[in-house]
């Protein structure tokens, strides 16, 4: 069975930084291209980050330069640095593994909140 969990979300003033993990199981994580995504209240879920097996990583406009995901395979485990952050970045953080003819596996979130 495929999981995913997220942590290290929190409250941050503006400005600040926060790392994000999101560790996978049940799955053979090395093929999987990992995603985060985030929903802020009252929005749509959106794309931030992907980084594909080969380590090719993208990023939404908003994010480059502040944002930068990684992962360590032998972990098991994807991670979101976040540097810089804003109060617009307040949101729930979400993982998401995708592959092709594959479903998608989403974890539960985890809350980011930048306010002084």
């Known amino acids: 069975q495929v999981q995913l969990v997220e942590s290290g979300g929190g409250l941050v003033q503006p400005g600040g930084s926060l790392r994000l993990s999101c560790v996978a199981s049940?799955?053979?994580?090395m093929s999987w291209t990992m995603h985060w995504y985030h929903q802020a209240p009252g929005k749509q879920r959106e794309l931030v980050a992907t980084i594909t097996s080969d380590g090719t990583t993208r990023y939404t406009d908003s994010v480059k330069g502040r944002f930068t995901i990684s992962r360590d395979n032998a972990k098991n485990t994807v991670y979101l640095q976040m540097n810089s952050l804003k109060p617009e970045d307040t949101a729930v953080y979400y993982c998401?593994?995708?592959?092709?003819?594959?479903?998608?596996?989403w974890g539960k979130g985890t809350l980011v909140t930048v306010s002084s």
């Open positions: 998401k593994a995708s592959r092709v003819r594959d479903i998608d596996y």
């Open positions: 049940g799955m053979f994580f």
